[in-house]
């Protein structure tokens, strides 16, 4: 079965700090995808990044970075000097190839709110 | 270019009714997959359709169905609502296994 964990149910953060939104995954398959998606109050699910489970290099985009270790079968996410408008409900999610790729596990999500 | 659509973005039903949502994917998506969001069993799957074939469903009752037309838009339909069925309801698109998915804006329902 597959499974995804955010422990972290609320994070408060001043603007400018840093912040990691940490995601936990289970699976057994080999072949899976990891996402991160962030949901502002009009329900959208914007997405952020896609890892296929054979690409371990971490990736920076602008603010935004994400480390992901298949060892500790984690995949975080970091904001570096958060904004306001970075607050958000953000959802990691994991699809497995073998029985549906766009069949997504979501967490339950990481509210965050930046504070000025 | 545009994203994926979804109408109607809020409506309020009654109990027992029926509910018909409607989805237009990204230009060129062949996969559409509709989820439910609850504020306590979070974002469920419901089902994914693919070139007019639903490919895989979730765990929901019978009372929740959909198709895909061949243009690839895609409709869910609630039959016999239960005030527990009150969530948004995001529909998302892909190109096809392991690309990118994008969501749309989804649909607010009410069940009084």
């Known amino acids: 079965a597959q499974k995804v964990t955010q422990a972290q149910t609320e994070i408060s953060v001043v603007e400018k700090e840093d912040v990691t939104l940490d995601c936990v995954y289970e699976?057994?398959?080999?072949?899976?995808?990891l996402f991160w998606y962030k949901q502002p109050p009009s329900g959208e699910l914007v997405f952020l990044i896609r890892r296929n489970s054979f690409d371990e290099q971490n990736e920076i985009s602008g603010r935004y970075s994400w480390n992901f270790q298949k060892s500790t079968s984690s995949f975080n996410f970091t904001i570096t000097a958060s904004q306001v408008v970075d607050s958000a409900v953000y959802f990691c999610?994991?699809?497995?190839?073998?029985?549906?790729?766009?069949?997504?596990?979501f967490g339950t999500g990481t509210r965050l709110t930046v504070i000025p | 270019k545009a994203g994926v659509t979804q109408t109607p973005r809020y409506l309020i039903k009654t109990r027992g009714q029926q509910v018909t949502l409607s989805c237009s994917p990204i230009s060129g998506h062949r996969s559409v997959s509709w989820y439910q969001q609850t504020p306590g069993q979070g974002l469920q799957f419901l089902f994914e359709y693919f070139s007019e074939t639903q490919r895989n469903k979730g765990n929901f009752p019978g009372r929740f169905s959909g198709r895909q037309f061949s243009n690839s838009r895609s409709e869910m339909n609630v039959s016999t609502l239960e005030l527990g069925d009150s969530a948004l309801y995001l529909c998302?698109?892909?190109?096809?296994?392991?690309?990118?998915?994008?969501f749309g804006e989804g649909s607010w329902l009410t069940v009084v």
């Open positions: 699976t057994r398959d080999t072949t899976y995808y």
């Open positions: 999610a994991l699809s497995v190839h073998r029985t549906g790729a766009n069949n997504l596990f």
């Open positions: 998302a698109s892909s190109l096809g296994d392991g690309g990118t998915i994008y």
